[in-house]
């Protein structure tokens, strides 16, 4: 259907109208995309700062624009425009009386038996409604849109790029503006101003679009009825891009930390996908898409076996991810129905962001010990994409070329996985490297886009076939395994050291020697005897009457224990605290400290509930993987610890890490609550005869007395800390990643 012209003289009020529904959309995006790391971030102090906090909200997000959608689609079939417009502005208005501005509001705890059920409940009770609704402006004004009389309402999906422009632009500004910047309480106002204006926009749409209605409007003509293929067409291609969000998001922050930065580039990249396919962008980009996608994701394979740094590795992972979410975007727009069904159609996008976010978040830790649902959907999202695989295998052309392809295929994934660690080479060099690379293997994945079955089962079977990545590499064959909420762990036996090492995720975080003429375990890794730990508990541990560990590990730190003292250890992980005590593999908790009490539940909150003055020492020792809960290093986490040290004490933290230079932060930080600071960085000599394993370490002594402090420095090579003055103050309300990395 086309709807004429009016005359030029009416086309300044066509544009003002275009203004403001382009401008009402990006608003209530905005405020989408801004509130869900807000949220998140609010969140992460109440669930012992795990990366999956993240993901789980991530999932309410995706529900809420589910049930936005869904309300929209009812209001398109049940309601006339007025009705419409009436009942959301009501329910908008309801929402800003009862829930704004968000927030978790004072006393809010979270249940640790059940944090993804916890979460879950608090996003829907404290930010259900208003998000819900701003979700349903979107389909709702490009309804309105639709049924109105504007030359361009025969393609209203443009605004779904207007929209997700706004999204992208919160996205963008969060982390370099609005986080640095602003507390969360001035956020939470700053963001219900901003849902005044957006109220008010959707009221002038509202009007405009009355007023501008024709006299015989779309919503009056039946919608042709689809079918059931082409739901479930749209179903897949939007669940695709969700669930590779969800999986690739997990990937680059179990290494690093739990920051609104690490989680908003995957979601920007992902709406930048949505705006460049939605906007129509030219063919041959999708076609260089369907080319890119799988060479990208051999490259993440290749590079991650070849121990490349962190920056190219989340170069390499979003690349891949948006090239692969791209394709399905462009294959969404492709086959958009007509705008009489744009509602359906937007509703089926939802569910299957929905159903990807969740099968991503949920289902992995039911299923695997690993986090194996990466490689998987990378070699899922490989067969979505178009091929003619029977009509090329049945020619002898077809074999010739498949043959060929395969060669290279193999020749550059042995290339690839062989190469040492690029950080000998200059940039330049390494820029050329990687390019040539990516060339040689894109040239030969187009050459094979006609099998797109083949070409997942290669990535598969190079994923599968190559090294541990991280310290897995290093620590021997797999021999347990198990997932849940708060990581991925493994442990690995290592024969040549004739023990077993406890795995987080890629990093080592504990080891155990299993040798029966010792009468008890010996303090390894990070613990050892001739590390800081060590020859702090050597030198002056006698004076630790009672000692508190946030993290537990396999347990090995209480191999320093002596008799008499008194030890607890605090592990938000109940998974955790049961390897420690299996006695397949592991063996300190039961010999050396056997009356030591261990605490399952954030070590924060639980510390907190201790008796003032509890403790003569206090070790920071909690990680996922090598990421740092950031919850336990900021202004407020010193004032508890600082109540829980007796007169004298000491706080001991691990600020060992492959990305982040956390020791000037502790020092900034810990001085505000009143502390003083040292630093070692312990670099173990070869191995003696006979000696069990030592790893490079760094750690950060803290007390409130320069007395105390001394008797520390003497047990060692404890030096003041350098740029502490420049490094950021970490507070709940504000923690930057920003001036924290290496």
Request: glycine letters at 10%; hydrophobic letters at 55%; charged letters at 10%.
């Amino acid at each position: 259907m086309s709807i004429e012209r009016t005359s030029t003289a009416a086309a300044p009020a066509y544009g003002a109208t275009t203004a403001l529904y382009a401008a009402t959309l990006a608003g209530s995006a905005l405020l989408i995309f801004w509130v869900q790391p807000f949220f998140a971030r609010a969140l992460l102090p109440h669930a012992g700062g795990a990366a999956a906090v993240w993901l789980v909200a991530l999932v309410f997000f995706q529900a809420a624009l589910l049930a936005g959608y869904a309300y929209a689609h009812l209001l398109r079939l049940y309601l006339p425009l007025k009705g419409q417009a009436a009942l959301h502005l009501l329910l908008l208005g309801i929402g800003a009386v009862w829930f704004l501005p968000p927030g978790l509001g004072e006393g809010f705890a979270l249940d640790p038996a059940a944090p993804a059920t916890g979460l879950i409940a608090a996003l829907v009770v404290h930010l259900g409604l208003p998000f819900a609704l701003l979700s349903a402006t979107a389909p709702l004004l490009q309804h309105w849109f639709a049924d109105s009389n504007h030359p361009q309402a025969d393609n209203p999906y443009w605004l779904y790029a207007a929209s997700n422009a706004g999204s992208l632009a919160a996205l963008a500004a969060y982390p370099f503006l609005i986080e640095p910047a602003l507390t969360l309480g001035a956020q939470g106002r700053l963001w219900t101003a901003l849902y005044a204006a957006v109220f008010i926009g959707t009221g002038a749409a509202a009007i405009a679009a009355m007023r501008g209605a024709p006299a015989a409007p779309h919503a009056g003509v039946a919608a042709p009825r689809g079918t059931l293929r082409e739901r479930l067409g749209w179903l897949v291609y939007a669940a695709m891009p969700t669930a590779l969000l969800a999986a690739v998001t997990t990937h680059i922050t179990t290494d690093i930390a739990a920051f609104p930065l690490l989680w908003v580039l995957p979601l920007g990249l992902y709406l930048a996908t949505y705006i460049a396919a939605f906007a129509g962008w030219p063919v041959p980009l999708a076609r260089l898409g369907l080319a890119a996608g799988p060479a990208l994701a051999l490259l993440v394979v290749s590079m991650w076996f070849s121990k490349t740094g962190f920056g190219w590795l989340l170069a390499a992972n979003l690349a891949a991810f948006t090239t692969l979410a791209f394709v399905c975007h462009a294959t969404l727009y492709a086959r958009r129905p007509a705008p009489a069904r744009l509602t359906e159609f937007y509703l089926m996008l939802a569910l299957g962001g929905v159903c990807g976010t969740s099968a991503a978040v949920f289902l992995p830790p039911l299923i695997f010990s690993g986090p194996l649902e990466y490689p998987l959907l990378l070699a899922a999202a490989c067969l979505l994409l178009p091929g003619r695989a029977t009509a090329v295998l049945t020619s002898r052309a077809g074999a010739v070329k498949l043959a060929r392809a395969l060669g290279l295929l193999l020749a550059g994934i042995f290339i690839v996985a062989a190469l040492p660690d690029p950080y000998g080479l200059s940039p330049v060099g390494l820029a050329l490297l990687f390019a040539a690379i990516f060339a040689t293997v894109a040239t030969v994945f187009a050459a094979m886009s006609k099998f797109p079955a083949l070409l997942a089962l290669l990535l598969l079977g190079a994923w599968f076939a190559g090294p541990d990545s991280g310290d897995a590499g290093k620590t021997g064959s797999k021999v347990w395994g198990g997932r849940s909420f708060f990581g991925s762990y493994s442990v690995m036996a290592d024969h040549t050291n004739r023990g077993f090492h406890f795995m987080s995720g890629t990093t080592a975080h504990g080891f155990e020697r299993q040798d029966v003429t010792r009468e008890r375990p010996e303090p390894a890794t990070y613990y050892h005897a001739r590390g800081p730990l060590g020859r702090m508990m050597t030198g002056i541990g006698a004076r630790f009457g009672s000692i508190g560990v946030l993290g537990l590990g396999i347990g090995n730190m209480a191999c320093h224990a002596r008799p008499g003292q008194d030890w607890t250890f605090y592990e938000i992980d109940p998974l955790v605290a049961e390897l420690a005590r299996d006695r397949r593999f592991f063996h300190s908790l039961e010999t050396c400290a056997p009356d030591a009490r261990i605490v399952t539940g954030d070590g924060r909150l639980k510390v907190a509930a201790e008796p003032a003055a509890r403790f003569d020492l206090l070790v920071m020792d909690a990680f996922s993987s090598n990421a740092v809960p950031v919850h336990l290093l900021t202004r407020e986490a010193f004032d508890i610890y600082g109540r829980a040290l007796a007169e004298g004490g000491v706080i001991l933290v691990n600020v060992s890490n492959r990305h982040l230079d956390l020791a000037p932060v502790v020092a900034r930080t810990a001085a505000e609550a009143g502390f003083l600071a040292l630093e070692q960085n312990f670099n173990p000599e070869p191995a003696r005869e006979n000696e069990v394993l030592a790893y490079s370490s760094r750690w950060v002594a803290l007390a409130r007395d320069a007395g105390t402090l001394a008797d520390v420095a003497a047990t060692g090579p404890w030096v003041e800390v350098r740029g502490r003055a420049r490094a950021p103050l970490w507070t709940d309300d504000h923690a930057s990643l920003f001036g924290a990395l290496y």
